[in-house]
Nanobody
Framework: QVQLVESGGGSVQAGCRLRLSCAAYGRTFSRYIMGWLRQPPGTERELVAGITPSGDSTYYVNTVTGRYTISRNNAKNIVYRQMNSLKPEDTAVYYC???????????????WGQGTQVTVSS
């Protein structure tokens, strides 16, 4: 089992950048796929980025490709997500998640953090 704690959310202007961090507590962090999901107001949660346990492969949903970068440091049990060129439609609660199997399937992420709010104003 793993516990996840997100940080780095906040309110920014459109066009700015923001980096989210997720600290994982557990002995087997390096075995998990890691991902970031978001839930805009009034919509369902969606998977936006994922990374394999070794970090050698990543996944991004089309709407964030080229603007988001997911990375991980297995020695520090941390996963990051750099968000550039933020848009108002990026406003959402962002969740860090861990799981197994496919980094492209939301249902494969079994453990969730509490979420951190990101608000982008125009």
């Amino acid at each position: 089992q793993v516990q996840l704690v997100e940080s780095g959310g906040g309110s920014v202007q459109a066009g700015c950048r923001l980096r989210l961090s997720c600290a994982a507590y557990g002995r087997t962090f390096s075995r998990y796929i890691m991902g970031w999901l978001r839930q805009p107001p009034g919509t369902e949660r969606e998977l936006v980025a994922g990374i394999t346990p070794s970090g050698d492969s990543t996944y991004y949903v089309n709407t964030v490709t080229g603007r988001y970068t997911i990375s991980r440091n297995n020695a520090k049990n941390i996963v990051y997500r750099q968000m550039n060129s933020l848009k108002p439609e990026d406003t959402a609660v962002y969740y860090c998640a861990a799981g197994g199997r496919s980094i492209e399937r939301a249902r494969d992420y079994n453990y969730w953090g509490q979420g951190t709010q990101v608000t982008v104003s125009s």
